[in-house]
T-cell receptor
């Protein structure tokens, strides 16, 4: 079993929809939770960073962490075609070692 | 542009050969991280250096080694290359030792033939 599980999709939604992306994990020592966006053939770009449990909002993006369920989510409101990319969750303990999910491919159709 | 520079962008080499990938971190960042991304394994953490010292290690093969120089740039050396080493290799950098707000370079695409 992988430490971090993420449904690879693909996920296809119409423009303007609310998108929900999720990851589960098994290591209860994870404290730092991140979401990255990766466009084809580009490096990952940090979207959101959350420490421990709770919610964090940044514009159209909301990250949620539920440590009791070992479950994290990223919500994208009013999705745009430019949001079409692969979204990677990532998490770490109190070290520099970051464990990534497999990534979910999102397509937002105009 | 993340400010992290990786060279070369593409590399094609034969099995058994040795290559060196280079990374220049963002100005002011002390940590450098190396990752390997392949279709079947996803993005895998290889190794972290902080201010010249090794800080964290992932599933890095013994054929692979890295170092961070006094000017903070880093090199990843891959030797005795195999077909399975073909992948995208990313470098990332951050100010501190935790990989919470790291910025990634554009990657080096390595093809072993």
């Amino acid at each position: 079993q992988k430490e971090v599980e993420q449904d690879p999709g693909p996920l296809s939604v119409p423009e303007g929809a609310i998108v929900s992306l999720n990851c589960t994990y098994s290591n209860s020592a994870f404290q730092y939770f991140m979401w990255y966006r990766q466009y084809s053939r580009k490096g990952p770009e940090l979207l959101m960073y959350t420490y421990s449990s709770g919610n964090k909002e940044d514009g159209r993006f909301t990250a949620q962490v539920d440590k009791s369920s070992k479950y994290i989510s990223l919500f994208i409101r009013d999705s745009q075609p430019s949001d079409s990319a692969t979204y990677l969750c990532a998490m770490s303990e109190d070290t520099g070692k970051l464990i990534f999910g497999q990534g979910t491919t999102l397509q937002v159709k105009p | 542009d993340s400010g992290v520079t990786q060279t070369p962008k593409h590399l094609i080499t034969a099995t058994g050969q040795r290559v060196t990938l280079r990374c220049s971190p963002r100005s002011g960042d002390l940590s450098v991280y190396w990752y390997q991304q392949s279709l079947d394994q996803g993005l895998q953490f290889l190794i972290q250096y902080y201010n010249g010292e090794e800080r964290a290690k992932g599933n890095i093969l013994e054929r692979f080694s890295a170092q961070q120089f006094p000017d903070l740039h880093s090199e990843l050396n891959l030797s005795s290359l195999e077909l399975g080493d073909s992948a995208l290799y990313f470098c990332a950098s951050s100010v501190g030792q935790l990989n919470t707000e790291a910025f990634f370079g554009q990657g080096t695409r390595l093809t072993v033939v």
